[in-house]
């Protein structure tokens, strides 16, 4: 603009440079590592957990287990096993159960990082908490059937000590030797009190109270019926010995059938998988759908829970089938 001969340059107003909001990529980036460092480490203390149940398995008293026969314990200084964070983080690494919860949520961070939502992310933890639920729930089933098929063993083994002319506590512990597994934990009291000779019979029973092993409840009331009466201890442990083998023989059966049933079970529940992947071939944008629109979301949280449902239906059916005597 000229005004008697003096140019005048109209500067713009100065303008506020607002800070960007962060947007969900962003966010689900940097959440990500954090959760899946916390779920890590919670899994690490399960894993701690876990080996402190087991240390404490041995008798650090003097009393003689399977693993220390002399009785003289096994003294872990605390100190000695303290470890730096990241030596803890390399256990808990490990794990079977860390690696699954790094994995889920890894792929919970990459898909929120792809799609932009924040959903994944916030779906991960509950689902992580199913998981880990789930997995729980079969370590517990197959510790269960080991110890079925440990407490067969064990009267198998003891009838050829018997008859080879061993006393019964010394049957008794040289076949509680050859076994391994959740079985020889379970047996670990009941030996300890037959070496110093103790009622080995109301050991069992105590024993018997862990999902799979009831059958121990037969084998100290012969142990009992043949000490009390003077009866044959072998001949009538042989009987009980081969009513076990056939109760496995069936169950074998059974858990072959529900196989079947489960693998169809977990079959269903990956088919939503498959026509998400379909959809987003032929360029439906599902995933835009499920994880940017209220209607989406609802549906996503909705079929999630039917999934839970679903899966936790097909283990109740299986677990009416085996009986009440599978959960703890």
Do not use: K, N
Request: hydrophobic share 50%; proline share 7%.
């Amino acid at each position: 603009m000229t005004t008697l001969g003096i140019t005048v340059i109209a500067m713009p107003p100065p303008t506020t440079l607002a800070a960007p909001l962060p947007t969900p990529m962003a966010v689900g980036t940097l959440l990500a590592p954090a959760l899946a460092a916390g779920a890590i480490w919670i899994a690490g203390a399960r894993v701690g957990r876990a080996r402190v149940r087991d240390l404490a398995v041995s008798s650090p008293g003097g009393v003689p287990t399977l693993d220390d026969p002399h009785g003289v314990g096994d003294f872990i200084d605390p100190c000695a096993r303290a470890q730096p964070v990241h030596g803890r983080f390399r256990v808990a690494l490990r794990a079977p159960e860390a690696r699954g919860v790094a994995i889920l949520l890894g792929c919970s961070a990459l898909l929120a990082v792809v799609t932009g939502s924040l959903v994944p992310l916030v779906l991960a933890l509950p689902a992580t908490a199913y998981t880990l639920r789930r997995r729980a729930r079969a370590q517990v089933l197959r510790a269960a059937i080991d110890r079925r098929a440990g407490v067969t063993e064990l009267a198998t083994a003891m009838v050829g000590e018997l008859r080879a002319g061993q006393a019964p506590s010394e049957a008794f512990t040289v076949a509680a030797h050859v076994l391994a597994g959740p079985v020889r934990t379970c047996l670990t009291e009941a030996v300890a009190v037959a070496r110093v000779g103790g009622d080995v019979p109301d050991a069992l029973v105590r024993a018997a109270a862990a999902p799979g092993a009831d059958a121990l409840a037969r084998i100290a009331a012969c142990w009992r019926v043949a000490a009390e009466r003077g009866a044959g201890f072998a001949p009538a442990l042989d009987r009980i010995a081969a009513g076990l083998r056939a109760e496995e023989s069936g169950h074998r059966e059974l858990e072959a059938e529900l196989s079947g049933a489960r693998t169809t079970a977990r079959l269903l529940a990956a088919l939503p998988l498959v026509g998400l992947v379909l959809g987003q071939g032929v360029g439906a944008d599902p995933l835009d759908v499920l994880l940017h629109t209220p209607l989406g979301v609802g549906c996503l949280v909705l079929g999630l829970i039917l999934i839970a449902l679903g899966l936790d239906w097909t283990d109740r059916i299986a677990r009416d089938a085996r009986g009440p005597r599978w959960t703890a």
